[in-house]
C-alpha cells in the first residue's frame, strides 16, 4: 500500500515539474516586484532592518542574543559580564576571542544580508521600472548610504572583510576574497559621496529617520578618520557644522538635556545624526525572532532587547531586581571611576546607591535603587529612567524596548572634530569643541588647551555603552595600556567566521593569529 502511495505522489510531481513557470501565492517574484517607488521603499526598508537585527534575538538562525552589545560594549573596560549571564558574554569580557563564536558569525551574517539587500535595489535601479529620474537618484543615494554604512562596519570589526558590489548570478559566484582596506575605504567614501550629491537635507515627518546628505558627510568624516586623512576628516566635519541641521541638546539645564538625549520622547532629536529606528507602540514583538528572517509573517514592529539585557536582575542577594529582566552587562568600577566629580552624566547614565529606580513591567514600577541588584554595584540607567518606563514603550511580554538606538551623534563628531584638529596643531579650536560637551554636562572648561587625553577621557564618558569604546580602543592603539598582559595585538580586527572561511574552501583568508 505504501509503495503505490509513493508512486502515486511521485507522479503528481513529475507532473506539476512541466509547470515551471507558476508564480507563487504568498510572494511576488523580483522581476514583478521593483516597479514602483512603493516597492523601492520597501526593499530599503528591508535593508534599514538588517541594522535592527545587530541587536537582535533568534532561535531560528544561530541563537542570537544581542550579540552586537557583547563585542562592542561587554568586551571593554567599560562593563562587566555579569555572573547570571550567557558564555558568550563572560568570554567576551574576558577577551577570550575565537573564531567560532557566535557573535562574530551573527554580525557578519546580517552585515552581509544587508549589502546584499542594497545590491539588488541598486541593480534594479538600472532595469526596467516606473520610476522618474529623482526618484532613482535617491533611492541610489539611500542605498549607497546604507551599503557604505555596512562595509565601514566590517571594515571595523574585521579589517579585510569582502567588499561586495553586487548580488551573485551563478552558484560560482556566491563568495568573494577579503578586500585590502585601501579597496575599502575607497569604495565606502565613495559610497557615502553618492550619497551625500543624492539625499536631501531632510526627509518629510512621514519618513524621519531615513538616511539624509548631513548624515552622509559626517560618515565621510568619520570614515576619514579611520583612514587617517585628517584633512579629510576636517573638511567634512566643518562642513557639517557650517551647513548642517545638526546641534549640541543644551540649555544650560544638565540633567534635563542629558535626560532628553535618550527620551523614547524625544527621538531623531536635533543631536541625532543617525539612529536605528524601532517599532512600537503597542506591538506583539517579542524580541525573538527576526521580523524579517523568522518563518512567521513580518510584522515590521522590530524592538531592541536593550531593557531585558541591560536592566538589573540579581545574583548575589535573595531577592532579585523587580521587572524580570536580565542583568547580563553591567557599569564597571573602573568607568564609574573615571567620572569627575559634578559631572551630571554619572547620575544621567548610571543606577547606583541612593537612586530611585523605575523599570517597565507591564506598569511602571518604582523603588529605591538596591547595589545588592548588581555584580559592582551599579547599572546602566542610559536609555532607561522614569521618563523612559512608560506604556507604549515595551511590547506586551515586556520584553521588546522600542526606544530608537543612536547609533551616531552630533557629540561624537565634534569630539571626532576635536581630535583630528589637534593632529593638525589647532589644539585652540579642539578646546572649544571638547568644552562644549563637557559644559553640557555641568562641567567647566578644561584648565588648559585640549590634547588627545581630553578628547579620549570625554569620548569615554559622553558614549559610554554606546557601541563606541571598543573601535576606539583599536583605532588609538591602546589596547595593552587598557588591558595588560591580556592584550593581543591581534585583537586590533575580530576574527572573521570560521564557518564563512569554510563555506568558501579558504578563498576568505582568516585574519593572522586565529
Same mark, same amino acid.
Given at each position: 500500500?505504501?509503495?503505490?502511495?509513493?508512486?502515486?505522489?511521485?507522479?503528481?510531481?513529475?507532473?506539476?515539474?512541466?509547470?515551471?513557470?507558476?508564480?507563487?501565492?504568498?510572494?511576488?517574484?523580483? *522581476?514583478?516586484?521593483?516597479?514602483?517607488?512603493?516597492?523601492?521603499?520597501?526593499?530599503?526598508?528591508?535593508?534599514?532592518?538588517?541594522?535592527? *537585527?545587530?541587536?537582535?534575538?533568534?532561535?531560528?538562525?544561530?541563537?542570537?542574543?544581542?550579540?552586537?552589545?557583547?563585542?562592542?560594549?561587554?568586551?571593554?573596560?567599560?562593563?562587566?559580564?555579569?555572573?547570571?549571564?550567557?558564555?558568550?558574554?563572560?568570554?567576551? *569580557?574576558?577577551?577570550?576571542?575565537?573564531?567560532?563564536?557566535?557573535?562574530?558569525?551573527?554580525?557578519?551574517?546580517?552585515?552581509?544580508?544587508?549589502?546584499?539587500?542594497?545590491?539588488?535595489?541598486?541593480?534594479?535601479?538600472?532595469?526596467?521600472?516606473?520610476?522618474?529620474?529623482g526618484e532613482k537618484s535617491l533611492f541610489e543615494g539611500e542605498a549607497k548610504f546604507l551599503r557604505a554604512f555596512f562595509h565601514f562596519e566590517a571594515l571595523k570589526l574585521f579589517g579585510t572583510p569582502p567588499m561586495m558590489l553586487a548580488t551573485p548570478k551563478s552558484l560560482e559566484d556566491l563568495a568573494a576574497p577579503n578586500a585590502t582596506k585601501d579597496e575599502l575605504f575607497t569604495q565606502i567614501l565613495s559610497d557615502f559621496n553618492v550619497a551625500f550629491t543624492n539625499l536631501p537635507a531632510a526627509w518629510d515627518a512621514g519618513n524621519t529617520g531615513r538616511a539624509t546628505k548631513w548624515a552622509a558627510k559626517a560618515y565621510i568624516g568619520k570614515v576619514d578618520m579611520w583612514k587617517n586623512d585628517v584633512d579629510g576628516a576636517i573638511a567634512a566635519f566643518e562642513d557639517v557644522i557650517a551647513n548642517g541641521p545638526y546641534q549640541l541638546i543644551n540649555t544650560g539645564d544638565p540633567a534635563k538635556d542629558l535626560d532628553d538625549l535618550f527620551a523614547l520622547d524625544n527621538e531623531n532629536n536635533a543631536e541625532s545624526i543617525f539612529e536605528i529606528q524601532y517599532g512600537g507602540p503597542n506591538s506583539d514583538d517579542n524580541i525573538w525572532v527576526f521580523d524579517d528572517t523568522h518563518s512567521e509573517s513580518f510584522k515590521a514592529s522590530q524592538g531592541t532587547g536593550r531593557s =531585558?539585557?541591560?536592566?538589573?536582575?540579581?545574583?548575589?542577594?535573595?531577592?532579585?531586581?523587580?521587572?524580570?529582566?536580565?542583568?547580563?552587562?553591567?557599569?564597571?568600577?573602573?568607568?564609574?571611576?573615571?567620572?569627575?566629580?559634578?559631572?551630571?552624566?554619572?547620575?544621567?547614565?548610571?543606577?547606583?546607591?541612593?537612586?530611585?529606580?523605575?523599570? =517597565?513591567?507591564?506598569?511602571?514600577?518604582?523603588?529605591?535603587? *538596591?547595589?545588592? =541588584?548588581?555584580?559592582?554595584?551599579?547599572?546602566?540607567?542610559?536609555?532607561?529612567g522614569k521618563r523612559n518606563s512608560v506604556a507604549g514603550g515595551f511590547s506586551g511580554n515586556n520584553q521588546g524596548d522600542f526606544n530608537n538606538e543612536r547609533i551616531y551623534r552630533f557629540a561624537e563628531m565634534k569630539l571626532l572634530y576635536a581630535e583630528a584638529l589637534i593632529a593638525k596643531g589647532r589644539a585652540g579650536e579642539a578646546t572649544t569643541q571638547v568644552n562644549d560637551i563637557r559644559n553640557r554636562a555641568g562641567l567647566p572648561d578644561l584648565a588648559g588647551t585640549a590634547t588627545l587625553a581630553d578628547v579620549m577621557q570625554e569620548k569615554r564618558i559622553e558614549l559610554c555603552f554606546e557601541e563606541h569604546r571598543w573601535f576606539d580602543i583599536t583605532r588609538w592603539g591602546i589596547g595593552a595600556q587598557i588591558f595588560g598582559a591580556q592584550w593581543n595585538d591581534k585583537f586590533n580586527v575580530f576574527p572573521i567566521p570560521q564557518s564563512e572561511i569554510d563555506r568558501t574552501a579558504g578563498l576568505i583568508t582568516q585574519n593572522p593569529g586565529y
Open positions: 500500500m505504501k509503495k503505490i502511495i509513493y508512486l502515486i505522489a511521485a507522479g503528481f510531481i513529475i507532473n506539476s515539474c512541466n509547470n515551471l513557470d507558476l508564480v507563487p501565492l504568498d510572494k511576488l517574484p523580483s *522581476d514583478a516586484y521593483y516597479k514602483t517607488a512603493s516597492d523601492f521603499d520597501g526593499a530599503m526598508f528591508a535593508a534599514y532592518s538588517s541594522i535592527q *537585527d545587530f541587536w537582535g534575538t533568534s532561535t531560528e538562525t544561530l541563537g542570537e542574543f544581542g550579540e552586537y552589545w557583547k563585542i562592542t560594549v561587554a568586551i571593554t573596560d567599560d562593563a562587566v559580564a555579569s555572573p547570571g549571564s550567557d558564555n558568550e558574554s563572560k568570554n567576551a *569580557d574576558n577577551l577570550n576571542i575565537n573564531s567560532s563564536d557566535k557573535p562574530f558569525a551573527a554580525i557578519y551574517t546580517q552585515i552581509y544580508e544587508g549589502i546584499y539587500r542594497c545590491n539588488t535595489v541598486l541593480e534594479h535601479l538600472e532595469l526596467e521600472n516606473e520610476l522618474t529620474a =531585558w539585557f541591560w536592566a538589573p536582575d540579581n545574583y548575589i542577594a535573595n531577592d532579585g531586581a523587580p521587572g524580570g529582566k536580565l542583568g547580563f552587562w553591567v557599569p564597571s568600577q573602573d568607568l564609574v571611576d573615571a567620572f569627575e566629580p559634578g559631572d551630571a552624566r554619572f547620575e544621567a547614565f548610571i543606577y547606583s546607591d541612593g537612586d530611585m529606580y523605575y523599570v =517597565w513591567n507591564s506598569e511602571v514600577v518604582e523603588l529605591p535603587y *538596591d547595589p545588592e =541588584w548588581s555584580v559592582t554595584g551599579y547599572n546602566v540607567k542610559k536609555y532607561g
